[in-house]
C-alpha cells in the first residue's frame, strides 16, 4: 500500500536530469543545470556569440529557444534585405507611367 502513495521523481528533476553541463542546442551551451526561472526548472547558457541567457529546461528540449536572440535579430535583417531586392526587382519590372 505504501508504493501506491510513494511519490516518484518531480517533473522539475526529471527536466534537469536530461540535460548535462557541456549539452548544446542551437546555438545555446549548458553552463549550470537545476536554476530557477519563474518556477521552473531552467539552465544558465553560453550563446555562441558570448552572450550569457537564462533558459527555461522545458524550452532547450523541445527547441523553443536556440540562441540568445541574436539570431532573430540577423533573420530579420536578411528578410528585411530580400524586401528591399524584392521591391527594386518589381519597380524595374513595372512599365513607365506617362502622365
Known amino acids: 500500500m505504501t508504493e501506491r502513495w510513494a511519490r516518484g521523481p518531480t517533473p522539475r528533476r526529471r527536466l534537469t ?20 526561472l519563474r518556477r521552473k526548472a531552467a539552465c544558465d547558457c553560453r550563446c555562441a556569440c558570448g552572450r550569457p541567457v537564462r533558459v527555461r529546461t522545458e524550452h532547450l528540449l523541445n527547441r523553443a529557444t536556440k540562441s540568445c536572440g541574436h539570431l532573430r535579430q540577423a ?25
Open 75 to 99: 533573420l530579420r535583417d536578411t528578410w528585411a534585405r530580400q524586401r528591399q531586392d524584392d521591391d527594386a526587382y518589381v519597380a524595374a519590372q513595372a512599365p513607365a507611367r506617362t502622365a
Open 17 to 36: 536530469e536530461a540535460i548535462a553541463i557541456g549539452d548544446t542546442f542551437g546555438l545555446l551551451t549548458v553552463v549550470a543545470v537545476n536554476r530557477r
